[in-house]
């Protein structure tokens, strides 16, 4: 069955950085657009982040690009979020999703999440 394990959230100071990463098993990853979506208590979900197959076309939501890098190893099956000059309102819960522009906010594709927090 299709697993996607989170891991590499934190606690972090505000401009500090850290990288997410996500590993996928059950399906053909590199067949599969994928998305990072997060979540913060009280709030909706966000995407704020999508790759195509092969790592050549990326989305951005606003509030991250210039901080955020997707990127991803189709042979290691394995996806990534390098997130740099960390700020508060980044806090949140991260999930990766088996999903794109279409259907990142299914919680069906989603992952278990990894908590990120940025705070002084």
């Known amino acids: 069955q299709v697993q996607l394990v989170e891991s590499g959230g934190g606690m972090v100071q505000p401009g500090g950085s850290l990288r997410l990463s996500c590993a996928a098993s059950?399906?053909?990853?590199?067949?599969?657009?994928m998305s990072w979506v997060r979540q913060a208590p009280g709030k909706g979900p966000e995407r704020v982040s999508t790759i195509n197959t092969g790592g050549s076309t990326r989305y951005y939501l606003d509030s991250v690009k210039g901080r955020f890098t997707i990127s991803r190893d189709n042979a290691k099956n394995t996806l990534y979020l390098q997130m740099n000059s960390l700020k508060p309102e980044d806090t949140a819960l991260y999930y990766c999703?088996?999903?794109?522009?279409?259907?990142?906010?299914?919680?069906?594709?989603w992952g278990q999440g990894t908590q990120v927090t940025v705070s002084s």
């Open positions: 999703a088996r999903a794109g522009t279409r259907t990142w906010y299914l919680r069906q594709y």
């Open positions: 059950g399906f053909t990853f590199s067949n599969y657009e």
